[in-house]
């Protein structure tokens, strides 16, 4: 994957700095650091409780943090009085249990948030998700409900729903661990697809060979912190015992 | 009896039994609206508004329905406010419905999964617009079946109304038993009428849960 980052060396998009986090007398996060640049697509592996989630939640303001600093798009999300909405404007997530809204079709889904935070007339709203159903391959489910149609068919609409918001940053919280293994592709190729367009992803992932074509970063972490990172090169040659270990039980 | 004189009987029970679905249905549009505002105070970020609604659903749910009439009924002109009938029924039938349904409605609210709260939020909506727009309407669709059947104990409570002179379906009754002196007669087609406007709702109830459940969202 060559580096598609526009200027490597400007200021990082997603900025974590020893970041803890417990959840009562569970440490789940014991001093996450990153840096994510614009255009990078960051991969984060590793065996589930060790906290890949909790960090990206932390980053769109899901969960609280009790030390540390985040920064994400300009906005000190460690801060209580971070600008909530400011924040969301800039950063897309995409939920493991697709979570589009029931009573709602398709395309209402997606114009949703565009008519009622940017007050965006209704016809241009609709032009708008068409335009990104098109871009995932549902056209033609515009006018269905959720239930009709298959897992990842609705997990390419959720995340056709949050990229009508045009986001600066997405967020994937392990998108296709709730697919059967026969949709978790055309999820896949909707991302790879992204990334190819150059958009800035972080997504907690067990999809290995997915996060070895995609990634430009691989971050393997474990109890809570990060314990090996770098580029898909990591996944061939891991320095820790760990990260052996879960690539072994991964295949 | 000749057949007119029963005729004059026969309307004048069912006027009261018009008076009976008026009653219920002020009682639930007024207890309703009270019922959303109880319902949205009950989950508030504000932990000194959900104590006061729940202490307001906890005096209203312990005290008989009667007890409240009264008090509206006499307690309020004592203290120098005149109450009708009418409006005594209708503002305690109303005070009943508020606590129930407001407690009803909460369960319902709450049982919309938390992720579509999350989703919304994370989409930049407001809190009123994740309310309004993404939690309320599936609040709706879960708490129609039991609110159709609460509609039930409305009516039913309505004849309350006839110890404070309130002329509906059982205090009609009651005047027309005092001239006749046929209480088993009365009585009993008093309790068909009930049957007949509780009946269809009990029903209706049923089979809006079973398509309900049929369409359960995965």
């Given at each position: ?65 009790d030390s540390g600093a ?68 549902l056209l033609e489910k ?110 | ?115 579509q709260w999350e989703t ?99």
């Amino acid at each position: 994957m060559p580096d598609v980052r526009a200027n490597p060396d400007a200021e990082p998009i997603v900025s974590l700095k020893e970041v803890h986090k417990r959840f009562g007398d569970n440490h789940v996060l014991r001093g996450v650091s990153l840096d994510v640049g614009r255009g990078e697509v960051v991969a984060i592996i590793g065996k589930s409780g060790s906290g890949k989630s909790t960090a990206l939640r932390c980053m769109d303001y899901l969960e609280t943090i009790d030390s540390g600093a985040i920064t994400v798009c300009g906005h000190r999300v460690d801060q209580h009085d971070v600008d909530l909405k400011a924040l969301r404007l800039d950063i897309g997530i995409v939920f493991q249990s697709y979570n589009l809204f029931p009573h709602l079709t398709v395309e209402e889904n997606i114009m949703l948030a565009p008519r009622s935070v940017k007050k965006m007339p209704k016809s241009e709203a609709r032009q708008l998700a068409h335009r990104m159903l098109g871009q995932v391959g549902l056209l033609e489910k515009a006018s269905q409900y959720p239930e009709q149609l298959s897992g990842g068919q609705q997990q390419r609409a959720a995340i056709a729903r949050s990229l009508a918001m045009e986001p600066k940053v997405m967020l994937f919280d392990e998108v296709t661990s709730a697919l059967d293994p026969q949709l978790t592709g055309e999820v896949l190729r909707v991302i790879e697809d992204l990334a190819a367009k150059g958009m800035t992803m972080i997504m907690v992932t067990h999809e290995m060979n997915f996060a070895r074509r995609v990634a430009s970063t691989i971050v393997f972490m474990n109890d809570g912190k990060i314990w090996e990172q770098g580029d898909a090169s990591i996944l061939n040659n891991p320095q820790t015992e760990a990260l052996q270990d879960f690539l072994r039980n991964e295949l | 009896m000749n057949a007119s004189f029963a005729m004059g009987y026969l309307t004048f029970l069912l006027q009261g039994a018009l008076w009976t679905v008026g009653l219920s249905v002020i009682a639930l549009l007024w207890g309703g609206a009270s019922a959303l505002v109880v319902a949205l105070c009950r989950i508030s970020p504000l932990r000194s508004l959900r104590v006061a609604t729940a202490l307001y659903i906890q005096l209203v749910q312990g005290t008989p329905v009667l007890v409240i009439i009264f008090l509206i009924y006499f307690g309020l002109p004592s203290l120098g406010w005149s109450v009708s009938p009418l409006l005594a029924a209708s503002l305690s039938l109303s005070i009943y419905v508020s606590a129930y349904l407001g407690e009803s409605w909460r369960a319902s609210i709450q049982s919309v999964p938390r992720a579509q709260w999350e989703t919304a939020e994370c989409l930049a909506l407001s809190r009123l617009q994740r309310m309004s727009k993404v939690i309320l309407p599936q609040a709706v669709r879960i708490a129609t079946p039991p609110t159709v059947g609460f509609m039930v104990q409305i009516i039913k409570n309505t004849s309350l109304a006839s110890i404070v002179g309130f002329i509906e379906l059982v205090r009609a009754g009651q005047i027309i038993n005092n001239t006749i002196f046929q209480p088993f007669l009365i009585y009993l087609l008093i309790a068909i009428l009930y049957f007949g406007m509780c009946y269809p709702l009990s029903i209706l109830s049923r089979r809006l849960e079973i398509r309900g459940s049929d369409k359960a969202y995965a």
